[in-house]
DNA sequence: ATCGGCTCGCGCAA
DNA sequence: TGCGCGAAGCCGAT
């Protein structure tokens, strides 16, 4: 049987080379990657050692400082797992298809992992076509592969649901680890030394304008232990709690899925098989870790302008525009947003709350992004604000499910609600229901005391 | 505190 | 063709 999840990126062959290339990019971690024991197993099978390659680019889309230092923290981790394991890892500058290309030159085959987004998908397509040799992706990212779980783009939850669901069963169980059987230790290449900070991140180009932040740690270690203080103290009660913005009933997983440094499965067999929360604590964490995040996959597979207010379902479009020109009670500046200064006092702290730790609570996510929607001139403008706040301060930006996330607020995968100034038949969110529904005056505590600790 | 109405497109049953 | 239903909506009536 031909795994779905293993896909020919061209129509080479394997050739004669010194060792199999794995090109990790999406899915950094030494652990729970199908990409990495594929790529072993290919190499054993040749009797050649497996090469790890990361591409480390200076100029990643929308990427600053405070993403590429959470990705440098995971990458040591990496490097210190594959060295345990005895599986040579080289990181070096550069655009990322043409590291995997200069190392592939001496490749018999070419490994990859799997990213959806337009870039990801060029990089690979373009590396390819260029590979001398066999060039084979992996999905690691997705738990159902994208075009197995549904063959169009869906519309919401409730059509994508039962697909994914049908379909996880197949795809959870851990990969097979395999030992390298031929060491690449003679083999001289270049990588870069991950404990030199300034000579890795040190790159003129390199965006800086946004600090690191201290709440969140990055790499597959820090992953797995957050997971099972989650699971320990947080997973019961889960489904009452998880929209009280006040309290913490959230697993903080989304930065560490975003760079690959745990595996979305490994998380679903940890939730499941934890004995910890009641089923329908399990089975609300579950689904969104699998129905919501492959559903944003989904999108961003195919639809092409998943960035853009086009992207948006028809109807939502539509009714937007019949609103544009509703009166606006305020309109802030880009920059006044991004001072956390207008009249809302939850709004500001939501936005400090992102600026500062990386993270945002996600029902708060929720309305903050209504909020923008309704004190912008037009709704384009407001797309385009919250999708780059959004990528700039966010350490999980940049992904498919931000794109979701900010589609959202604009009516993407949600269903028209009655008719109101501005919003036209999309849902609205307002400060008279954030305080009937949740606890807002102690979510501003929270990060009051976030801010201080800083 | 809880309930119904609001509104559109999808997928399924008929 | 009709019908039920949907990620966290709002508001006003009871």
């Not at 981790?77 to 590291?99: T, Y």
């Not at 036209?424 to 501003?444: E, F």
Request: hydrophobic share 35%; aromatic share 10%.
């Amino acid at each position: 049987m031909n795994d779905p999840r293993i896909q020919q990126l061209n129509r080479k062959h394997c050739v004669e080379g010194q060792y199999v290339l794995y090109w990790m990019q999406q899915s950094q971690r030494a652990e729970d990657n199908p990409a990495l024991e594929y790529a072993i197993r290919t190499a054993n099978k040749l009797g050649l050692p497996v090469v790890v390659a990361f591409g480390l680019t200076p100029d990643y889309p929308d990427a600053n400082l405070r993403h590429y230092t959470f990705m440098l923290q995971g990458l040591r981790d990496v490097s210190r797992k594959l060295a345990r394991r005895r599986i040579r890892f080289v990181v070096q500058h550069g655009n990322p298809p043409e590291v995997a290309l200069k190392l592939g030159h001496n490749a018999a085959e070419i490994i990859c992992d799997r990213g959806y987004l337009r870039h990801q998908r060029r990089w690979r397509s373009d590396m390819a076509g260029e590979a001398k040799c066999l060039v084979e992706q992996v999905e690691c990212d997705a738990i159902v592969p994208v075009e197995v779980a549904s063959n169009k783009r869906e519309s919401s939850a409730r059509t994508f649901r039962p697909k994914v669901f049908r379909l996880q069963h197949l795809f959870l169980d851990r990969p097979p680890t395999a030992k390298p059987k031929v060491s690449a230790s003679g083999l001289s290449l270049n990588c870069l030394n991950l404990k030199d900070e300034d000579s890795v991140l040190g790159v003129p180009i390199l965006d800086v304008s946004v600090k690191p932040v201290s709440f969140f740690k990055g790499g597959t270690h820090a992953a797995k232990a957050r997971l099972s203080r989650f699971i320990r103290s947080r997973l019961r009660g889960y489904s009452e709690n998880r929209n009280q913005p006040g309290l913490d009933y959230l697993s903080h997983m989304s930065p560490y899925l975003h760079f690959g440094q745990i595996s979305p499965a490994y998380i679903v067999r940890k939730i499941r098989d934890s004995g910890k929360g009641t089923q329908k604590d399990r089975d609300s964490y579950l689904d969104e870790l699998i129905v919501r995040r492959e559903l944003a996959i989904n999108f961003v597979h195919y639809a092409d302008n998943y960035d853009r207010f086009d992207g948006l379902p028809e109807w939502a479009q539509s009714t937007l525009q019949q609103h544009r020109r509703d009166k606006r009670k305020k309109i802030y500046t880009l920059k006044e947003l991004e001072d956390a200064r207008t009249h809302d006092p939850y709004w500001n702290a939501a936005m400090n709350e992102m600026k500062s730790a990386g993270y945002m609570h996600n029902y708060m996510r929720m309305y903050w992004g209504k909020q923008i929607l309704a004190w912008s001139l037009t709704p384009e403008i407001a797309f385009k604000t919250v999708l780059e706040l959004n990528n700039k301060y966010f350490i999980d930006g940049r992904d498919p499910s931000s794109y979701a996330n900010v589609g959202w607020i604009f009516g993407l995968h949600d269903r028209p609600w009655p008719k109101r100034e501005i919003f036209g038949s999309v849902r609205s969110m307002t400060i008279g229901g954030l305080k009937r529904k949740a606890n807002p005056d102690a979510y501003v505590k929270k990060v009051e005391r976030l801010l201080r600790s800083q």
